[in-house]
């Protein structure tokens, strides 16, 4: 099934002036040549494919390290110290890392992986056209196939990094996915239909302790016949007041934007660890944004959270 996505996402945009001049890094050793490199973690289990949960250590830079910043196309790929290369040289690749699930007990080793995630990139030509390209990144996976997530358990993350002689340590809290909610439309479990002239809205439900999510659009040009057949059955409709029926839990809700079509909508539900994290305009060492701390109880920059996703189908019809 082919299928283009979008992303709903924040923007910060920034005003330059006209006149732009390239700067070097370097040039700023005087207001930051004393800095000591740190560790950054960001670790994401994901409760409906664990086998996707994955732990990134990044080692950050002084203004004067040459290293990712070395002006040579390293990966061959005809970019010159782009995303890709730079991470390659930042991340700390031989930690020790482990999960451990509080509720049971049961521990997860995680083993580092040179290609465990990648991001679609769209880049923009002097002429208007798109480039399509993927950035790819290493990080922590689990070494067991059999690794699974549990809802309401809790989660302790373990690492030792050798490089800095660090251990850093993290919990969060796994919750079950958004359920998305029968209102006006046609709708069952994984398909809701709307008219092209409706005031189109999507409404889910959560866990009381779950209020931020990561939406992705993703626009399904066609369905094949036998899916067709199955996705127009077994309907029903009702009125439903939000507000009267759903007092214990959260309410997330996202306007549909799309002309006729079919969209297939993910929700993932953040951890309100994640959820801070992702969304918060704090230092990223701060302790309200950060869960993480080491030996001596300092934070951490970065976090450890959880998320857990849930699809439907959306029909607009003319």
């Known amino acids: 099934m082919q299928s283009k996505k979008f992303i709903v996402v924040i923007l910060l945009s920034i005003l330059w002036s006209s006149c732009e001049k390239k700067l070097n890094i370097a040039d700023f050793e005087d207001e930051f040549g004393n800095y000591q490199p740190e560790?950054?973690?960001?670790?994401?289990?994901?409760?409906?494919?664990?086998?996707?949960?994955?732990?990134?250590i990044i080692r950050t830079s002084t203004v004067t390290d040459n290293g990712p910043y070395n002006g040579i196309d390293d990966n061959g790929d005809g970019k010159i110290d782009d995303e890709e290369e730079i991470l390659a040289f930042v991340q700390d690749t031989s930690a020790t890392v482990k999960v451990t699930n509080l509720n049971s007990g049961e521990e997860?080793?995680?083993?580092?992986?040179?290609?465990?995630?990648?991001?679609?990139?769209?880049?923009?030509?002097?002429?208007?056209?798109?480039?399509?390209?993927?950035?790819?990144?290493?990080?922590?996976?689990?070494?067991?196939?059999?690794?699974?997530?549990?809802n309401y358990a809790q989660y302790r993350l373990d690492i030792y990094s050798r490089e800095f002689d660090k251990t850093v340590t993290g919990e969060t809290t796994v919750y079950p996915p958004a359920e998305f909610i029968d209102t006006l439309f046609t709708f069952n479990d994984s398909l809701v239909t709307m008219n092209v002239n409706d005031e189109k809205e999507i409404f889910w439900?959560?866990?009381?302790?779950?209020?931020?999510?990561?939406?992705?659009?993703?626009?399904?040009?066609q369905i094949p016949a036998s899916e067709s057949e199955y996705l127009t059955s077994y309907f029903t409709s009702r009125d439903i007041d939000l507000t009267n029926s759903y007092q214990n839990v959260s309410i997330g809700r996202d306007v549909i934007f799309f002309g006729a079509g079919i969209l297939k909508l993910t929700v993932e539900a953040l951890s309100p660890e994640y959820g801070r994290y992702v969304f918060s305009d704090l230092p990223l060492k701060d302790?309200?944004?950060?869960?993480?701390?080491?030996?001596?109880?300092?934070?951490?920059?970065?976090?450890?959270?959880?998320?857990?996703?849930?699809s439907i189908f959306i029909v607009i019809e003319e």
Not at 39 to 56: A, F, H, N, T, W
Not at 118 to 141: C, H, P
Request: proline share 5%; charged share 25%; net charge negative.
């Open 108 to 150: 997860t080793e995680f083993h580092y992986v040179a290609v465990a995630d990648s991001a679609l990139r769209i880049e923009e030509n002097e002429d208007g056209s798109e480039t399509e390209f993927y950035v790819r990144w290493g990080g922590y996976k689990p070494v067991s196939n059999n690794f699974q997530i549990e």
């Open 287 to 310: 302790p309200q944004r950060s869960n993480l701390r080491d030996e001596n109880g300092d934070p951490v920059m970065g976090c450890f959270g959880a998320s857990a996703a849930n």
């Open 205 to 221: 439900k959560s866990d009381l302790d779950v209020t931020l999510y990561y939406l992705t659009f993703e626009e399904v040009p």
């Open 39 to 56: 560790l950054k973690v960001e670790g994401l289990l994901q409760q409906d494919q664990p086998e996707d949960s994955i732990i990134r």
